[in-house]
């Protein structure tokens, strides 16, 4: 006798996106609806996963606005849920100012007034990268796996717009 098939399920795996004034403010907003957006998918303030992904959102909003500023034009934070982790994605405008690769960032001189950011999504991040974005601009892009990832997505399996399906075999 041979075993049943697998069960297929399909899950959602939740998106926010929103564009945000390349302003501190717009920076410190960014930061405060990512933690809000987390806490509603159940990644709980002061949760590891919650914590990490503060500092990173923080500190890639305010490179967004530090360096990737281009007057009158916003950048994105966009959050989702693919399969086993947290993703989070900051895009700016500006394309000739990019950052450092993961793996070539250096430490900033003990007094410098900066340079400690991407330092410190390289510590919190799973994983990141650089991508180009056409139009011209740039997107940087971290992920911080999430071990009940399976289980929070369960949880939020309602399809809707801006939902992206997922197939998930037990």
């Given at each position: 006798m041979t075993?049943?098939?697998?069960?297929?399920h399909?899950?959602?795996?939740?998106?926010?996106?929103?564009?945000?004034?390349?302003?501190?403010?717009g920076?410190r907003?960014?930061?405060?609806?990512?933690?809000?957006?987390?806490?509603?998918?159940?990644?709980?303030?002061?949760?590891?996963?919650?914590?990490?992904?503060?500092?990173?959102?923080?500190?890639?909003?305010?490179n967004?606005?530090?360096?990737g500023?281009?007057?009158?034009?916003?950048?994105?934070?966009r959050?989702?849920l693919?399969?086993g982790s947290?993703r989070?994605?900051?895009?700016?405008?500006?394309?000739?100012?990019?950052?450092?690769?993961?793996?070539?960032?250096?430490?900033?001189?003990?007094?410098?007034?900066?340079?400690?950011?991407?330092?410190?999504?390289?510590?919190?991040?799973?994983?990141?990268?650089?991508?180009?974005?056409?139009?011209?601009?740039?997107?940087?892009?971290?992920e911080?796996?999430?071990?009940?990832?399976?289980?929070?997505?369960?949880?939020?399996?309602?399809?809707?717009?801006?939902?992206?399906?997922v197939a998930?075999?037990?």
């Amino acid at each position: 006798m041979t075993a049943p098939p697998a069960a297929r399920h399909t899950l959602t795996a939740p998106t926010f996106a929103r564009r945000f004034s390349s302003t501190p403010l717009g920076a410190r907003s960014a930061r405060h609806l990512a933690l809000k957006q987390l806490h509603a998918w159940g990644i709980r303030y002061g949760s590891e996963e919650s914590e990490r992904a503060a500092v990173v959102v923080a500190e890639l909003a305010a490179n967004a606005v530090t360096h990737g500023r281009v007057p009158g034009r916003d950048f994105e934070l966009r959050l989702s849920l693919p399969t086993g982790s947290l993703r989070i994605e900051i895009t700016d405008t500006r394309a000739e100012r990019l950052p450092p690769r993961p793996g070539t960032v250096r430490q900033a001189r003990p007094l410098a007034e900066e340079g400690r950011g991407l330092l410190l999504v390289d510590a919190l991040a799973d994983r990141w990268e650089v991508q180009d974005r056409r139009p011209p601009g740039k997107t940087i892009l971290a992920e911080i796996d999430l071990p009940r990832w399976l289980s929070l997505v369960r949880r939020l399996g309602v399809t809707a717009p801006g939902q992206v399906a997922v197939a998930v075999e037990e």
